[in-house]
Each structure stands twice: as C-alpha cells, then as structure tokens.
C-alpha cells in the first residue's frame, strides 16, 4: 500500500491541527481514509454509469438521424436520474423455480467484481486509491471475477434464455482473456513493470532520441508489436465487456435478454452499471497501457522531483494549526490550511501537474468509450462461431507473436 | 397449353375420372377429377414434360353445403400456363389422397382445410389443426357450423 | 461447424433441449412460435406453430359484402395494406366484370409500388434488427416516414389505408403529391447507396448471411415459394411479368434474381439483395407511371350491394412478399360463398422446417428474418 502521502496527511497535516490524530492507533485513521476513497469510487462509477448512459444515447440519437432523449430537464440531462429512479422503483420479480440464494448473490458480485480494478486503477501518479506494485494483475484478475457472478445469473433464474446467455459470456469471456492477456504481456515485456504508474512513466520517457518524446513515448509509437497488441486488447476489451458486436450473452433478438432476462428492477441496474464500469476499466487500461496514461497529449509542468502536496500541507497546516481553539476553531484552521494550500504556488503547481494529468487520462479514455459507442451502433453482430474463431485462430496467434517480437525488440535492441 | 387442351391431354390419359369440359361465363375454368384418381392426375401434370406443373399455388376447401370440394391451383412456372383441378368429395366422409408428397407446399394448405373444412388427405405426413388450437371441436368453415358458446372460459357473448 | 462437434459421450452428460422462440420473442416479427430442439448452440430442428393471430376472416368475408371484404384484406398483410386491397378488387373485378379507368389503374400501380418500397425499407431495417445492427431500422425508417406521408395525403391513413376500392380507387392525386413523389424518388435515390454502405457491403453482415439459409431453386418452387424468397434462389419469376395485371404490361422494369455473389445463391444475402434491388426497379415504375398518367376518372360506379354472377375466380397479384392472391367463389348473392386468401408468408413460412436443420441459434434468426413474413397474413 502506497502509504506515505497517507502518513503525511494522518501524522503531520491532521496531527498539527488536531494533535490526538498522532496518538491515533494507525488502522483507524487508514479504515477512514479507505471508507472515503470507497465511497469515492462507488461516487464515481455512479456517475460515469449516469453520465455515459445519457452520452451514449445522444451519440446513438446522431448515428441514427435521431434526436435521442432531450425531454427531462435541459437537453435531456436528467434522464438517467428519471431512468435510475424508475428503476429503484420498479417492481422486483423474481422467477418462481429460481434458485433465490444465486439469483441474489449474482449482481452483487458482477457488480464488486466491476468495482475492484478501481481499487489499483490510478487517475495520474499520484491519485490512486493503492498502488501495488502487481496493479496489472490486479486489474486483469478482478475483472475475470464477473464471469462467476454472470454464470451464477444464467442459472440461477431457471430460464432456457439466462442459460443460454451464461454460457456464451464463459466461453466468450474466458477466452478473450487469454489475448487480452497476452497483449498486456507485451507492456510487460516492453517495460520491464506490472506496476501500472511505472509503466505510464515508462511512456512519458526519452524515445525517438527526444528528451521529451510527447505523444511519441506512447508504446503504441514505441513497438509495432505494442500497436497491434492494443488494437487487439481494445477489441478483446469488446468482447470482454460484451459490447457489440461481441453482444451475444445478451443479444435480444436471439436470447430475449441473455443471462438478465429475468431481472428487474435493481438487481438489472446493478449489471446495468457493472457493465458501464468494466467499459470505464477497459477503455482506461487501454489507455494506460499503450496510450501514454496521463501522459500528453495535454502538456503538463514540470515539477521537481520532491515536490509534494502533502509536504506543503503539512507546512501549512502547521502555521494554521496553532491558530484554533475549540471545535469551530480546529475546523477553522482546517479550512485556512485547505484554502492557504490552494492558493500557495508550489501547491498549485502541482495540483495543474495532477489536473491536466487527469484531463489527459480521460481524455483518451472518452475517446476510447466513443468509439465503443460508434461500433456498437454501426455494426451487426457476429455468430458464436464467429467469435470463437475470431479469438482462437487470429487473436491468440497474433498475441504470441507479439510476444515474441516484443522480447526481441527489448534483447536485441535493448 | 390454354386450360382446355390440358383437359383435352387429361381426358386422354384417365378417361373417366375427368370430368366433362364447361366453359364458365365468367371467372376461371376448371377441370373437375374423381377423388380416386387425384394423386396420379397430379403425379402426371406434375412430371409430363409439356405439362410441368412444378409451382403448386394453393389448396383450398370449398362447402357447397350439399358436397365439399377441394380446389388445387397450378401453375407451370417453365411453361407459363395455369390450370384449376377440382375434387368433389363426399360431405359424410369427405378422403381424398394428400399432395405433400408431389408439393410440399401442400403440407400446410391441407393442414388448414382439414382444420376449417374437415378435409381428410390420407398419406398426409401429419394432418393436424394448423390455424385452431389443438383441441378446438368442429370445422368452422363448414356452413353448418355453430360456434361454441364458450372456449376454456372465455364467453362467446 | 467442425468447431463445435459434441462431447464425447463418456465423459460429459449432455441433453438437448426444447426451447419456445416466441410467440413473444424479440425477432419472430410478431406472434411466431417457433418450438426449437436445440443441442448446445445448434438447432438440430425448428417447427413454425401458427395461428395466434387467427382472425376467421374467411369465415366474416361469407357474411359481408364485396366492398366490405376490402378493409379487412387490407389488414392481412399490414405492411403491404395496398397490394393486398389490390388483389381483391382485381378478383372481385374480373368476376363481375368490372371495367377500372386507366388513371385508376395507373394510381394503383404507383401505390402498390411505393407500398413495395415501404414494406422493403422495413424488411431491410428489421433484418438488420435481427442481426444486431440497430441503426440501418432507423435509416430506413427515415425515408419510410416520406412513403406514409404521401400515403396519409391520398388515403388518410398511415398503415391500413382502404385506398384501392372496387372499381377503381378513393382519392385522386393532386400535382403536389406528385411532386413529393418525384421528390421522394430523389430522396430514395439519393439514400440507396448509403444502406449498401451501412449494412449491404458490411463484412459481418457478410459474414452472418451469405452461405446460410441456402434454398436451392427447386426445393424454392417446390415449396411454394414466391416473391424475393423465389428469386433469391436465382428463379426469375414475378407475376407482375407473367402475368400482368393492373397494366403492369406497359410498365419496363428488371427482374432482379439472386446470383450468389457472396455466397451460394439461393443465401440470406442473395433474398436480402434481390428485395435491395427490387426498391430500385419500383423506383423506375413509379417514375413511368407518374410520367404516364393518364386524365380521367378515377372510380366507375358499382353498387354497394354488389351482386357477382356465380363463378369463381382467382386472381394472383405480386406483393412485396411474393403472390397474394384471392381465390373467390360466388353463387350470385350479395355476399360470396367462399373466399380464400393465398398470402405469400404463409408459404414462404412452411419451407421453415427444411431449412432450419443442424444451424446455429443466430443463423434461425437470420433465415427467418430472410424469409420475411408478416403474421397477419400467415394466420389471418
């Protein structure tokens, strides 16, 4: 767990406005932090499912000669609350032959499953809620999670349909992860780091003998081998989260509704936002991985090597900290360290650093979502023997020899 | 061929089991056939090179209230001609011999004019109601028919 | 499908299993059940079961009269209310011998082609539906919506329209409705090339069509297949051609017929590509027939108790499905003794069986799709 900017705050910026925080048993004060970046990135993903419901239906609205909805509230914008409240709503039926405790359990764990690569998936070098050094596999690993949950959804209801359903996303998503893996494997090989921010430093190197290479240190300009690796993690990354055309677990003129025809209500919302979160994973790893991160195109300020927030919070907060008496006055100096960090210069600099940071990320990350959207609403869908071909016999042999290329680039040209 | 030369070729080749030619004031001729012999006339319009009826159109049953009639449409698609044969059969016990084994197409007409009509085609591959349920009483096409007063509950008032 | 070759017996416990697609399914157009012995993802057999929507119009028609019969075959085939209106007036007509003014003619001609054209749109959308692809539905929804405006102006109706009536047809055309056909021909001219680019040459689309669903031409004649299901299979008949009615003899116009050029012929892409073809040849019609039309009356007069002489007559008319046509028997009363409605679906919808033998469940849903049916018209 990446503790010190965690230490930092907990000792030395809450310690000197409240001294009992020093004296604080230390699982306490992490317990908080943790609730509070859990309930940031729940934040989060409620809002980019509710904010990309509402962009993806005005996109498809302009694909398709339409207006798309445009009726709740200005432009429409408040039509995914109007939509997430009728779900909430909505009655909750559940099939009389199901198997209650599954057919329960499934969304919640399709969702946690969704929710976990939060958990390791930075916003820049320094907003990540835990930068383990094994980040990719951590990813890679807890996005796997949701074929169970998805499984024990096809079962569970007791319907021909569901079945159906569960049984493609398996054979689907299990085997796209074996390409999607291998191609992350290329990164790997590439720069030598699981570690997700070491590899978006990686990019942000000399390449191209350029001491600052721009857009050029991403790994898809640095190798071939990395280009075609992420055009096929990025149409993995389809499969993976079964968008069209890899949409038959849940393809309506085949399966009804694939494994969620049989709920309703919240319990669909759950898959419904699990979905929209595996996508914000993807479309963000692709990003990381092979598009430079939050690295360019945006260009950032450099900042020194030590330069730290919360080393000039706690400055601060140790200026402010003697000021306030009582439990208005701890708050007060609180407030004045917070507003006294945002107007400092070295602080702000590095807050800009962090922000274009993040505009870069999700810049790239919308782009990538974007086009998820355009190939949904252009193309048909494919057959299962389609799919399967498509991963078995030109993914998984064009990953290997990524691999392969990948290794002779690092060996042979170091 | 024009409808009467193929009657002409019929007669010659079945004999009796044609009936006589009538030319209709109005509308379409037709060429009436014993129920007996109705599966050879059409086994031989069907295969006669200068016939070729390849292209069955429709089968339908007709009451007369005192006969029925089943009615088969041809058509030669190579050809171009046309010709309408019509089986008289009895209305106590109206059998005649199935088609679907020349058309296929056959198939589900005489499904459905068994279902409306009563009309048994013996040889048929599976002659069961098309349009009604399965358990449905009666041939609602029969003029004497009298629609029930209820279905499984549900009120004919 | 050398991919997907069963288990071994010994080793894994397998079942197949029935399935109901339908009667409320999303891609069954409507109510069709079909009851589906599937093994994994393979459909080893499909039975079609009908008549959900069964609405004894047979029986009403022996109790109305002539000209109340004509709504009610409007609403057999709803996607093509025009050309089924068309059959039976033809048939009614021919039998009582009833003379239909040129200008009539010609303004039937026209509409049962842009009834082609709409009927072909809707086609092209719901099998691009089928097939996952949502957006070519709201495409061809876009020019659509121009055929049903010009059809509200001379109908009032959007759907069920009562246009073609005995004797001739309800409302004349003005000349600005003719300049919104001109302008729509223009239009759908103008759209063509981009459905092709949208689905026709997309190599999914390919992919999930061509070689699936092969009917070969003479299991095609054998099974009564008619419309662009027959001519997908590379037979060229249209009754239009073979037997003109309506003045349709003076009309010059192509045939299109399936030629495999992505797969066998006979394939989904092969029907999907001849109904394409077909909206442009409609095009040309139409454009002949607005450059041609005659002045004069629109109606003769008939009786609204119309008595036909004792007779029967059948009168085949090309719909956009294939032949539709009304077998009708009078004894010289007001009402007719007995009608029957040869629909195209109907036919076309009991080649199901054969066709649908050892496919994927995708490709059951691309062939009936392919087939085009309307229920309405299947059960009556």
């Known amino acids: 767990m990446e503790s010190t900017a965690a230490d930092i705050f907990l000792q030395r910026v809450l310690g000197a406005i409240w001294p009992g925080a020093q004296t604080m048993p230390a699982w306490l004060g992490y317990s908080v932090l943790l609730l509070l970046g859990a309930a940031l990135i729940i934040g989060w993903m409620s809002l980019l499912a509710l904010a990309w419901t509402y962009g993806e239906r005005r996109i498809a609205g302009l694909i398709q000669v339409r207006l798309g909805p445009n009726r709740v509230g200005p432009q429409g914008i408040l039509q995914p609350l109007a939509d997430g409240i009728k779900l909430l709503v909505k009655e909750d039926v559940v099939p009389a032959v199901a198997y209650r405790f599954i057919y ?45 949950g998805v499984l024990m959804a096809g079962w569970a209801p007791g319907s021909k349909w569901s079945l159906y359903g569960g049984m493609r996303l398996a054979a689907q998503m299990l085997s796209y992860e074996i390409p999607m893996g291998l191609c992350a494997l290329v990164i790997i090989i590439l720069t030598g780091s699981v570690n ?28 071939p081998a990395a280009l075609l690796a992420f055009v096929m993690f990025y149409v993995g990354g389809l499969a993976a989260t079964k968008r069209a055309p890899f949409d038959l677990p849940e393809a309506e003129s085949e399966l009804v509704a694939g494994y969620h025809t049989e709920y309703s209500g919240m319990r669909f919302a759950f898959f419904f936002m699990a979905e ?63 507003i006294a960090l945002l107007t400092d210069p070295g602080a702000l600099k590095i807050l800009l650093h962090q922000t274009f940071g993040v505009v870069n990320l999700l810049l790239k990350t919308f782009l990538l979502y974007f086009v998820m959207i355009w190939v949904r609403w252009t193309l048909p869908r494919l057959r299962i023997d389609q799919v399967m071909y498509l991963c078995l016999k030109v993914f998984l042999p064009f990953s290997v020899a990524c691999v392969v290329w990948a290794l002779i680039q690092v060996v042979m040209l170091g | 061929m024009t409808p009467q030369e193929i009657h002409a070729r019929l007669t010659e080749r079945f004999g009796d089991a044609i009936g006589p030619w009538t030319e209709p004031e109005r509308g379409d001729p037709h060429i009436a056939v014993a129920p007996g012999s109705l599966h050879a006339v059409c086994a031989f319009l069907r295969d006669d090179p200068e016939l070729k009826f390849d292209y069955l159109q429709l089968i339908s049953g007709v009451d007369w209230t005192d006969r029925l009639s089943s009615v088969y449409h041809l058509m030669s698609l190579s050809h171009g001609h046309g010709v309408v044969l019509r089986v008289d059969l009895e209305r106590g016990n109206p059998r005649v011999a199935s ?20 009309i048994v085609y013996e040889g048929h591959p599976g002659l069961r109601r098309i349009l009604l349920p399965e358990d449905w009483e009666g041939h609602p096409l029969r003029k004497d028919y009298a629609a029930p007063a209820a279905y499984h509950g549900v009120t004919n008032a | 499908m050398t991919l997907l070759t069963a288990p071994r017996p010994d080793t894994l416990r397998t079942e197949e299993l029935l399935v109901n697609m339908g009667p409320q399914h999303p891609s069954t157009h409507g109510v069709l059940r079909l009851v589906v012995r599937t093994d994994g993802e393979i459909v080893r057999e499909a039975w079609p079961q009908i008549g959900f929507l069964h609405r004894c119009f047979e029986k009403v028609a022996e109790s109305v009269t002539y ?30 011998g009833i003379e239909v003014p040129e200008r009539a003619a010609y303004l039937r001609v026209m509409m049962a082609e842009l009834n082609r054209i709409a009927s072909h749109l809707l086609a092209f959308g719901t099998y691009a539906l089928d097939l996952g692809a949502f957006t070519p539905f709201l495409y061809g929804f876009r020019e659509r919506e121009l055929i049903l ?71 095609a004649v054998a099974y009564g297949l008619t419309g662009p299901c027959l001519r997908g299979s590379g037979v060229k008949f249209d009754l239009r051609r073979a037997k003109p009615y309506s003045l349709y003899e003076r009309f010059d116009f192509d045939i299109p017929v399936g030629e495999g050029i992505k797969g066998e012929v006979g394939d989904c892409w092969d029907r999907y590509w001849v109904r394409m073809r077909e909206i442009i040849e409609s095009l040309r019609i139409i454009e002949q027939a607005l450059d ?22 059948y009168v085949p008319c090309e719909n956009p499905r294939g032949e539709s046509g009304y077998y009708l028997i009078s004894d010289g009363k007001t009402s007719p003794l007995r009608v029957k409605a040869r629909g195209p679906s109907f036919n076309n919808l009991s080649i199901t069986h054969a066709l649908v033998r050892d496919v994927l469940i995708a490709d059951v849903v691309a062939i009936v799709g392919s087939i085009d049916i309307v229920l309405g018209e299947v059960d009556r």
Request: charged content about 20%; proline content about 5%; hydrophobic content about 50%.
């Open chain 1, 276 to 338: 929209y979160a595996s996508m914000y994973v993807i479309c963000a790893l692709a990003t990381i991985l092979f598009l430079g991160g939050w690295h360019a195109p945006i260009p950032r300020p450099e900042l020194a090597a030590d330069a730290s927030l919360m080393e000039i919070w706690s400055r601060l907060a140790a200026a402010h900290g003697a000021a306030g008496t009582g439990v208005a006055g701890k708050f007060g100096a609180f407030g004045g360290s917070l």
């Open chain 3, 292 to 313: 041609g039309l005659p002045e004069g009356e629109i109606q003769t007069k008939v009786s609204r108790t119309l008595k036909l002489p004792a007779g029967e007559v």
């Open chain 2, 99 to 118: 088609v679907a084994d020349l058309w296929p197409t056959a198939d589900w007409h005489e499904r459905e004019a068994w279902d409306l009509l009563g």
């Open chain 1, 104 to 148: 329960t359990l499934a969304p919640l764990i399709v969702f946690v499953g969704a929710l976990l690569p939060f958990i390791v998936l930075p916003f820049s070098e320094r907003l990540v809620i835990s930068n383990i050094e094994l980040g990719l596999y951590f990813v890679l690993a807890f996005e796997a999670i949701e074929v169970i």
């Open chain 3, 149 to 219: 405006s010009i059809f509200e102006k001379i109908s009032g109706g959007r759907l069920l329209y009562h246009y073609p009536r005995l004797g001739g047809v309800a409302r004349d055309l003005t000349p600005e409705l003719a300049g919104e056909i001109r302008a729509f021909i223009a239009q759908m001219r103008r759209a063509w090339p981009e459905y092709n680019e949208l689905l026709s040459e997309n190599q999914i689309f390919i992919k999930r069509t061509a070689n699936v669903g092969v009917i070969p031409a003479a299991m």
């Open chain 1, 196 to 223: 997700l921010g070491e590899i978006v430093a990686w990019q942000s190197r000399d390449a191209w003998f350029m001491e600052h290479p721009w857009i050029f240190g991403w790994a898809i300009f640095r190798s």
């Open chain 3, 67 to 96: 000209a109340q019969v004509t709504p009610y075959c409007d609403r057999m085939d709803y996607l093509a209310s025009m050309n089924n209106g068309l059959a039976w007036c033809l048939a009614v007509e021919r039998l009582g």
